[in-house]
């Protein structure tokens, strides 16, 4: 008996032991890595505190208030599994500032990775990282945006131990990955592209022999291709365990049918142009942004170029190359989904052209004070004008909101002072009414943050009248308010917010909020 006292007290303090260098170890990184850390918390509450301190809603934060939104029928049975980890609220305050905190961890994690020293630089990349125009239409869906920072937090952790090496680290690796993939699928960009960036780096810096990164390279390559082949089998099976199917959005938008590779990489760059050149999805939404980042790439390319002179025929022909692949790492998502389903969410591969800018700085020498000058003012700029387009984005959910708000609140008025209003009659609210829009003309706000003109007219509306005004009441399906639209009752009438657009149809009060 004395000897299994003794043996439960030494594993006791064997694991606080363990508990205890853990946490040093821990408490290290922290210290090390501060700066970054809390200038990420900072800057990151200075750009979304008006979403974390406000209920901003789109059309699918109003159905999912009370629920993760598709899970198992969208690919991301990840989803399903956290809802112990986080419960189905839609709170902003309390999954805003852990998102945050994910991503300041994230931000840290990079900055080791590829090495980046300078101060002002890892401020300027942690402050663009959490003013991101994808991490702002993260936050307009809330009801997943833990989820998905926890993704991006498995997806770098899983570059990370690829780096380290070896067979554990490299298994470990690929855990993370494949459970990153589970949750939104879109961050195998990152991890891509975070990738071919190592291998830039290892080439400009000399570190790496020709032969050796074309090796590393391919490794990389066949890690990506396995953890997407197992990633796709366990969708296979959830889907099977579960007795379900994909939903249409995921059918209507996975290339799973005659897929046109060379179309697909075809598309896959010059939708990267297109980030220049049309301010698609609002990765690039200013002009200043713009003349902005082509002054960054202006200074990288300049000094790629002079790198390029000192390496050699088959190092040059290799930098150019990863260049290549950095793009279309960047954009991998083009050749897994139809150019439909891209919007500004799965675009957060794009953050990587702020690394290669780090990574640029880190190798300008001194004496090249112009250059590097130009990448930190490039960066200030690009990090200030995401913070303004930030709360340029919320203000327009915030208007949206109140505007739908009011738009409702006066339907419902009128519909409970319409006569033979009682419990047996079924609400109709018919067409469409637009919100007046005052979004920055060079974007489109609705690919960020999901709501355009539509907040009073997507499929949640009812979930609006129930929730945000307490009016659940008998609603009639889309075969019925279609049926409606065609009697010659409903022609005639006004359309809202005029007189006559509250009127009985038989057993329905109809609401005619546009002609369609």
């Excluded at 004008?385 to 009128?414: D, K, P, W």
């Amino acid at each position: 008996g004395s000897d299994g006292e003794a043996m439960k007290k030494i594993k006791l303090q064997h694991n606080i032991i363990h508990y205890e260098e853990v946490v040093s170890k821990a408490v290290g990184l922290l210290q090390e890595h501060r700066l970054p850390f809390f200038a990420s918390l900072g800057i990151g509450l200075l750009t979304h505190m008006f979403m974390f301190t406000n209920k901003l809603i789109n059309l699918d934060d109003i159905f999912n208030l009370f629920d993760k939104g598709a899970s198992v029928t969208s690919g991301r049975w990840g989803l399903e599994l956290l809802r112990g980890i986080f419960p189905d609220y839609s709170m902003p305050w309390f999954y805003g500032i852990i998102s945050l905190i994910l991503l300041s961890i994230s931000v840290c994690m990079t900055i080791r990775l590829f090495e980046i020293r300078n101060r002002y630089v890892q401020v300027l990349f942690a402050g663009i990282m959490v003013s991101f125009p994808a991490l702002t239409g993260v936050f307009s869906y809330m009801f997943t945006s833990a989820p998905y920072m926890l993704s991006m937090l498995l997806a770098v952790s899983a570059v990370v131990l690829c780096e380290k090496g070896g067979k554990a680290n490299t298994a470990m690796a690929a855990v993370c990955a494949f459970f990153s993939l589970s949750i939104y699928q879109a961050f195998i960009e990152l991890i891509a592209s975070y990738f071919v960036l190592m291998l830039v780096k290892k080439v400009i810096s000399g570190r790496g022999e020709p032969a050796e990164v074309i090796r590393t390279g391919i490794c990389r390559v066949l890690f990506l291709l396995a953890v997407m082949v197992a990633y796709y089998a366990s969708v296979k099976l959830m889907l099977v365990l579960t007795h379900s199917d994909f939903n249409d959005y995921a059918n209507e938008n996975l290339a799973t049918e005659s897929i046109n590779l060379v179309r697909r990489v075809y598309v896959a760059f010059v939708n990267f142009i297109y980030f220049f050149t049309r301010y698609n999805w609002g990765l690039i939404n200013t002009p200043l942004s713009l003349a902005m980042h082509l002054t960054a790439l202006g200074v990288v390319g300049v000094v790629l170029l002079g790198i390029m002179k000192k390496l050699g025929m088959v190092r040059t022909l290799l930098l150019g190359f990863l260049g290549v692949m950095l793009i279309l790492a960047m954009n991998s998502m083009y050749l897994i989904v139809n150019e439909e389903a891209i919007h500004t969410l799965t675009l957060f591969s794009f953050a990587s052209l702020y690394v290669l800018f780090a990574i640029v700085f880190e190798a300008l020498m001194q004496e090249k004070k112009l250059g590097r000058d130009l990448l930190l003012i490039a960066m200030t700029v690009i990090m200030l004008n995401n913070i303004f387009i930030a709360n340029n984005a919320y203000l327009q959910l915030h208007m949206a909101y109140e505007q739908a708000y009011g738009i409702f609140n006066s339907i419902v008025t009128q519909i409970q002072q319409t006569e033979g209003f009682d419990e047996d009659k079924t609400i109709a609210i018919v067409g469409k009414a637009d919100i007046e829009e005052r979004s920055y003309p060079w974007f489109e706000d609705e690919k960020i943050m999901g709501i355009g003109s539509a907040l009073v007219n997507v499929y949640s509306r009812e979930r609006f009248f129930q929730y945000y005004l307490g009016f659940d009441v008998n609603y009639a399906t889309d075969e019925e308010k279609e049926a409606l639209s065609q009697r010659p009752e409903f022609e005639q009438m006004a359309v809202y917010p005029y007189y006559g657009s509250v009127q009985v149809i038989d057993q329905y009060i109809v609401v005619k909020l546009g002609a369609e």
